[in-house]
């Protein structure tokens, strides 16, 4: 049974700097591309970063290039965002996902995600 779990969310103020981290199990972690979404209340749930299964080839939203930086541990069976410069656009719950198919490439898509974690809430405040 594949399980994901989130942590590190938080209250920040604008400006600021949060790490979020996803613990997985149930998988063989370095065999699959790993992403991170976000929710916020009212909207479609959108594509933050995804990393490849060897952490070889990161991909971006606009909204946060240069701002955060995704990463993985495959000793760890972790997958990590570091957010910096935060802004009240930022707000929303984050979710870690994993990729449908071994091997598969990264994706922006949600539906191509077989597996998310219950998600850790991230709030910026002006």
């Known amino acids: 049974q594949v399980q994901l779990v989130e942590s590190g969310g938080g209250l920040v103020q604008a400006g600021g700097s949060l790490r979020l981290s996803c613990a997985t199990s149930g998988l063989i972690f370095s065999f699959y591309t790993m992403g991170w979404f976000r929710q916020a209340p009212g909207k479609e749930r959108e594509f933050v970063a995804a990393?490849?299964?060897?952490?070889?080839?990161?991909y971006s939203a606009d909204s946060v290039k240069g701002r955060f930086t995704i990463s993985r541990d495959n000793a760890k069976n972790t997958v990590s965002l570091q957010m910096n410069s935060l802004k009240p656009e930022d707000t929303a719950v984050y979710y870690c996902?994993?990729?449908?198919?071994?091997?598969?490439?990264?994706?922006?898509?949600?539906?191509?995600?077989?597996?998310w974690g219950q998600g850790t809430q991230v709030t910026v405040s002006l």
């Open positions: 996902a994993v990729r449908s198919l071994h091997a598969a490439p990264v994706s922006t898509t949600p539906n191509d995600y077989a597996h």
């Open positions: 990393i490849d299964r060897t952490g070889g080839y990161i």
